[in-house]
């Protein structure tokens, strides 16, 4: 419900949601070590979002977001 320092948030369908944590997901998988070396994220507050459904199954969308230091 309100993690602490989590990184990643999943956006599932129906609304559910699942932190994470970057260094985790890309040391576990080269999948997410390329998601998170797409580039730099873009400033604070711009929203950025990429397209990724060319990735196959379960990818549709990134989108880089600013929140709250815990």
Known sequence: QAPLCADVV???Q??????????YLATA???????FTL?????EG????R??????????SLRWEAVADP
């Open 29 to 35: 998988c080269s999948r997410f070590y390329d998601l």
């Open 39 to 43: 580039g730099e994220p873009p400033g």
């Open 14 to 23: 129906g609304g559910h949601r699942v932190f994470a944590h970057r260094v």
């Open 51 to 60: 397209d990724l459904s060319s990735w196959g199954r379960g990818f549709l």
């Open 10 to 12: 999943f956006q599932l």
């Open 46 to 49: 711009d929203g950025d979002t």
